[in-house]
């Protein structure tokens, strides 16, 4: 069995090939030149790489043709929700492009791999309290460009399934986290400031945005587990929610972390963090999947919280000894 996947190099990307490798799949991890690669580093020796952008069709064309995939996981995006907002125009670019560009590999090299695309909760942006949980069925009605980017790679991915017969199978994640996860998100971000406060390396301040968010969040190890049965069991052109079911407050989750430590710090309001419009609660119901693929989340969040404040901890103790 052979596996490619796109983004590699990232947070997610990184725990899917672990979680491959270990079942004995072969694979392939397409980065760019200037991709950072210190969360696969790990990995150097067992992963081929392909280099290549998802923007450029013919190193897409190129990525495909050397891998010839059995099962294709397309992660690569720009995934940051804040950054859409500054960089709107790269976000659907990269994303929407980077998807067809894909798609186009896989139809001209005349092969045929079960593809995952990996959409967004963010798709379903405004929900009201009477339409939760969400299901498939919900209206999607986004509010940033990011999510407007993955209903595009979404739709298109649902078009190229009924208009060219490819075999792909959508899921749209929901929060999701986990040990390496980027300092830019909100839970590594706390347990990063947490982290740094408690070695003496920023003053006794945690920085926050909107507390008042609820989102329905998931380890990423069972995330990756989720795509694995997707394209093992799910059924092409069919879009599945992988949620645990259950939504924190952003307040919650900053709590807990300060619960795992001795700090005494003070909140203050970053007005930076703040989107232009936020999506006020995504809680999930991942029944179809559930019934299509028995896979249900494993890992208590709390434990994933713990689990991110600890590899900071480790982190900021490893910078501070290279220093030294």
Known sequence: MRALITGYTGFVGSHLAEALLERGTEVYGLYRWRSRLENVKHLQDRVKLVEGDIADAAAMRHAVE???????????????????????????????????????????????????????????????????????????????????????????????????????????????????????????????????????????????????????????????????????KGEAGEVYNLCSGRDWSIQQILDHLLSRSEVEVKIEFDPARARPSDVPVLQGSAAKFHAACGWKPEIPFENTLDEILDHWRQELASARGSDS
């Open 66 to 232: 050397l891998s010839r995939p059995d099962e294709i996981y397309h992660l690569a995006a720009q995934s940051f929700v804040p950054t859409s907002w500054t960089s709107p125009g790269a976000t659907l670019d990269t994303n929407i492009q980077g998807e067809l560009n894909l798609f186009e590999a896989v139809r001209q090299l005349k092969i045929s791999p079960r593809i995952q695309i990996a959409g967004s909760s963010e798709e379903y942006g405004l929900v009201r309290e009477d339409e939760l949980p969400i299901t498939e069925e919900q209206p999607l009605r986004p509010l940033s460009p990011y999510a407007v980017s993955k209903v595009a790679q979404d739709l298109l991915a649902h078009q190229y399934f009924r208009s060219y017969g490819l075999d792909v199978v959508r899921t749209r994640g929901f929060n999701h986290t986990g040990p390496r996860r980027g300092q830019v998100f909100v839970c590594s971000n706390f347990a990063w400031q947490i982290a740094r406060i408690e070695r003496g390396m920023a003053e006794p301040i945690i920085r926050v945005g909107n507390l008042e968010a609820r989102r329905d969040f998931t380890d990423v190890r069972d995330i990756v587990r989720g795509y694995q049965l997707a394209l093992q």
